[in-house]
């Protein structure tokens, strides 16, 4: 099963976080203001490092299924 497997829970996780900091980014760009101009790069950089870590744990936990 899918839920005993930890590298699945750490890929769900990042994904999670992912989403999290997409919305975050998101409801800034939406509000505007101050808050889209103090912190949107910094959040697009946060969520371009989050979606690294989980596209390589995502990929990692597919080749270890495929090994068995």
Avoid: C, T
Wanted: net charge positive; glycine share 8%; charged share 15%.
């Amino acid at each position: 099963m899918l839920l005993n497997d930890p590298l699945f829970i750490v890929a769900a996780i990042a994904s999670l976080a992912v989403l999290v900091i997409l919305l975050i980014g998101i409801g800034g760009f939406a509000r505007g203001g101050e808050f889209n101009r103090k912190h949107a790069n910094r959040l697009m950089r946060y969520r371009l490092a989050a979606q690294f870590v989980a596209v390589i744990l995502i990929v990692a936990f597919a080749w270890f299924r495929m090994r068995g």
